[in-house]
C-alpha cells in the first residue's frame, strides 16, 4: 500500500469515526474542561479533587473528537484494532495534518487548502520515505531509504522521472527490473529514457 492509499484510508476511517462518536465525544470533552475548571478553582477545588485522583487523573476513550466554538470539526483522534489516527482540520473544514500507525509502520501526511496532500512521510518495515508533491498531487520530490541504500528521485511537472541519485530500481528497455547502487546518477529525458549515467553500466 502506498503512502497516498495509506492516508486516504485513516482519512476515510477518522470521517467515519466523527460521523458515529460526536456526542460521545462532546460530553468527553466537556468532562475534561469541567476538570480543569474544578482544578483551577483554588484550594478548595484542589483538595476536592485531591482526595477523587485516583478516578480523575486520567480519561480513557477510543475516540475524541474536538470543535472549535462554531461546532466546526478542527481535530479527532481514535484507536482502532488496525491501528491510531489523529487528524487536523482547517476552519473550511479541509483535511490538512494526518498522523497514523498501523500495524506496517507510521505516516504523516500534510494537506494544502484545497485537500490534496503535498507533503508525506512513512516508516514500514522496508525503509523509510519523504514525498514532496505539486498543486496537482503528483510526486515531484522523493527520498527513500532502504535496506538496499538511500535515494533520491526528482520528477517533472507530468510526473516523468528525471533524475534518480543513489540507489534506485529501474527497468531496462526490455523490461528487466534492475537495481542501482548508492553511487549512481541517473539522468533522464521527457520520454523517460535514460540519457546520461555515471558510472555506466
Known sequence: MTLDERLDRLERDLER??????????????????????????PKGYAATEKM??????????RLVIEDEAGKVRAGLYVT???AALGLYDEAG????????????????????????????EVT???????????????RARMNVTKDGAGLHLADGKGTGRLALGASAMKTPAGKTIRLP?????????DGKVVWQVPRD
Open 17 to 42: 469515526a466523527r460521523r458515529r462518536f460526536r456526542w460521545s465525544a462532546i460530553v468527553t470533552g466537556v468532562a475534561v474542561v469541567g476538570l480543569a475548571a474544578w482544578l483551577l478553582a483554588g
Open 53 to 62: 485522583r485516583g478516578t480523575l487523573e486520567e480519561v480513557r476513550t477510543r
Open 81 to 83: 484494532k488496525d491501528g
Open 94 to 121: 479541509k483535511g490538512r495534518a494526518l498522523m497514523g500507525v498501523a500495524k506496517d509502520g507510521a505516516a504523516l501526511g500534510l494537506f494544502d487548502e484545497a485537500g490534496r496532500g503535498r507533503a508525506g512521510i
Open 125 to 139: 518495515n522496508d525503509g523509510a520515505a519523504l514525498a514532496l508533491c505539486d498543486e496537482a498531487g503528483r510526486d
Open 182 to 190: 548508492e553511487s549512481t546518477i541517473t539522468l533522464f529525458g521527457p
